[in-house]
């Protein structure tokens, strides 16, 4: 198995967090993070590390996807997943066709799926999307990109609201210069509105803005405070004449920087009303963010063994908050006698910051080391593949 990363232009690079590519019947699956380069943190969780053990495997009637390109969402009691992904061999996926795909939705109780595909909106042109999201209430959300149909202007974005069916409910167009701004990641507001994550142009450079639209998609402010030390944006002169670069050469590697760090944050919407931001690789931090923009509460996050880097994290069915780590290819250094040889999860308290459990995947479930939900906290949802590689199959794991 062998993972790739699909950058698909500026803005369209921002979308892909997480790529997963099946290669053959024998392949496994792995990940990759967009513009991540994991350190050793040295921090070890409290809890005891558990193993977790197969309960049931849910065999869908679709074949296996080649490719994966997207976060992985859920709803909120963990039973369905959602999903970008594609049959297509990943060399035949053109830029465009990549944001074009539907999102789909795996439904453990009914094994069906529904297709959420890229909706046309009135007077604008080229739509794609960007990214998506699942509220609490179970609904689907996409950040989508058009252009006005009639000037050419442009690109404008947008929130769109899909029916359960997977028809368009309705969409509004965040204010903001389009010229400025380049959306990377969207999170759903339990109560209205959504907090934005990518970058803000500003003259020749590049950095990296989280921004909070109300449900109308009136601009309501930029979020400041504490988190704004985990996107950082270095002068372009100090560095360039730090590194004996000129200050062209260092605006483009700023830029990099700037996209990296905007794409590589997950977000998750939770009950309390608030929208968790863990941002890092080596030392990560959870921010709480409320629907004015305002950090309520901050608090680093212990990796469960050294080397290893967050690729998914969202809230379980009954309100914790569940991260799983793993090793980036090609990039790792984590030990090879750490438990960093399996992948790992972190079930955590969203109030206090506190590691409630950690759990480790059996080795020999690799076809399944993508942890996508969990039902509760200490149930979890795998994706990966049928014994005989023929359909798209969702695992069942809980604590030995």
Not at 99 to 113: M, N
Not at 173 to 189: C, D, G, I, S, T
Not at 259 to 284: F, R, V
Not at 354 to 366: F, G, H, K, M, T
Request: hydrophobic share 40%.
């Amino acid at each position: 198995m062998t993972g790739r990363i699909w950058r698909h232009g500026l803005r369209h690079a921002l979308a892909s967090l997480i790529v997963l590519v099946g290669l053959g019947a024998g392949g496994t699956w792995a990940a990759q993070l967009l513009g991540k380069s994991p350190q050793a943190s040295g921090q070890l969780a409290d809890a005891e590390t558990r193993g977790l053990s197969l309960v049931e495997s849910i065999p869908f009637p679709n074949p296996p996807p080649t490719a994966l390109i997207s976060e992985i969402k859920c709803d909120p009691k963990g039973g369905k997943i959602y999903l970008v992904q594609s049959g297509s061999p990943p060399f035949l996926m053109g830029s465009d066709g990549l944001s074009r795909y539907p999102v789909q939705r795996l439904s453990t109780g009914s094994r069906s799926t529904v297709a959420y595909p890229v909706p046309a909106l009135d007077h604008y042109r080229g739509t794609i999307r960007i990214g998506f999201d699942v509220s609490v209430d179970g609904d689907l959300y996409a950040l989508l990109e058009a252009v006005d149909a009639d000037s050419g202007t442009g690109p404008w974005f947008f929130v769109a609201k899909y029916h359960e069916d997977g028809s368009l409910d309705s969409y509004f167009k965040l204010e903001e210069q389009p010229e400025r701004l380049q959306p990377a990641r969207l999170a759903v507001f339990p109560r209205g509105g959504v907090l934005v994550t990518g970058t803000l142009k500003e003259g020749g450079s590049l950095r990296p803005f989280i921004a909070v639209f109300d449900k109308a998609g009136k601009f309501v402010t930029y979020v400041n405070g504490s988190l704004q030390t985990a996107f950082p944006a270095p002068s372009p002169k100090v560095s360039a004449e730090a590194h004996g670069r000129s200050a062209e050469d260092e605006k483009l590697k700023s830029g990099d920087r700037a996209i990296a760090i905007a794409s590589g944050s997950l977000m998750a919407g939770a009950s309390d009303g608030n929208i968790y931001l863990l941002c890092g690789t080596d030392h990560p931090r959870m921010y709480a963010v409320s629907p004015s923009g305002e950090v309520v509460r901050e608090f680093d996050v212990r990796v469960p063994a050294p080397g290893l880097t967050a690729t998914t994290m969202a809230t379980t069915g009954d309100g914790s908050l569940f991260i799983s780590f793993g090793i980036v290819q090609g990039a790792s250094v984590a030990p090879a006698s750490s438990d960093a040889t399996n992948a790992l999860i972190s079930v955590i308290n969203p109030q206090t910051g506190e590691v409630s459990a950690v759990y480790r995947l059996p080795a020999q479930a690799d076809p399944f080391s993508t942890a996508a939900c969990a039902v509760s906290s200490n149930n979890f949802l795998f994706l990966g593949v049928t014994a005989d590689y023929q359909h798209q199959q969702v695992a069942r794991y809980a604590p030995q």
